[in-house]
């Protein structure tokens, strides 16, 4: 699977686009990348996925690079439920049916 | 109905009993999952199901002991436990699990178990 580096943690203004970062330097072109949340003593959350294009859904946006070895996860209009942590995560297209959970980001909404 | 109903949703054992947790999902789901997650770190995968057949055992103990008797359900088997053992024991399914990607999962809210 390839590795995805996310910063530790975030701050972001309620009502303020939150912008979290993700590296997939070692992405391969069948990978896709998947981001989950999980606030705090919850199951993970599905938000969104995607392979080359940029995706939107109720809940964000994915934007991907051309080259693909990056990606941002973007919650439009942050709320305080909105405080979790966020995971990036690149599925693999072998071995079977895994999805591996990184450190993720901490994002905090504050008012 | 989109939900994973994870049971119980606290557990409280010594170390020599036997306790099993159980997942249930309605989705039509084909792919389940058990996960571990220790406090203030990521989920841990422990073992996948597809089909309902075994696919991953990622080196479990075992003292644990999954089982999927149909395709709506997923237990663990939990016995001889260490207090190490205790954590956040989440469960997940998704549509088919296929290699080719593109499909999220669904997951539980999770049994907190206690190890005493």
């Known amino acids: 699977d390839a590795k995805t580096t996310q910063p530790p943690s975030m701050d972001c203004a309620e009502g303020r686009a939150a912008n979290l970062p993700c590296n997939h330097s070692?992405?391969?072109?069948?990978?896709?990348v998947y981001w989950y949340r999980q606030i705090h003593s919850q199951g993970p959350q599905y938000i969104i996925h995607?392979?080359?294009n940029n995706e939107t859904n109720e809940m964000a946006s994915l934007i991907i690079t051309e080259d693909r070895k990056s990606s941002t996860l973007i919650l439009p209009h942050a709320t305080l439920r909105d405080t979790a942590v966020y995971y990036c995560?690149?599925?693999?297209?072998?071995?079977?049916?895994?999805?591996?959970f990184g450190a993720g980001t901490r994002l905090f909404v504050k008012a | 109905d989109t939900e994973v109903t994870q049971t119980p949703k606290h557990l409280v054992m010594g170390m020599t009993n036997k306790k099993s947790l159980k997942c249930e999902q309605h989705?039509?789901?084909?792919?389940m999952y058990w996960y571990k997650q220790k406090a203030k770190k990521p989920p841990e995968l422990m073992f996948v199901?597809?089909?309902?057949?075994?696919?991953i055992n990622e080196s479990v103990p075992s003292r644990f002991s999954p089982e999927c008797p149909n395709s709506s359900l997923l237990n663990l088997h939990l016995h001889a436990l260490q207090p190490e053992d205790s954590a956040l024991y989440l469960c997940?399914?998704?549509?088919?699990?296929?290699?080719?990607?593109?499909?999220?999962?669904?997951f539980g809210s999770g049994t907190r178990l206690t190890v005493v």
């Open positions: 997940a399914s998704s549509l088919t699990g296929s290699k080719t990607g593109g499909e999220g999962y669904t």
């Open positions: 199901y597809s089909y309902e057949k075994l696919s």
């Open positions: 989705m039509g789901h084909r792919a």
């Open positions: 995607g392979l080359k």
């Open positions: 995560i690149v599925r693999a297209n072998t071995g079977g049916f895994k999805t591996i």
């Open positions: 070692t992405i391969s072109g069948n990978e896709y």
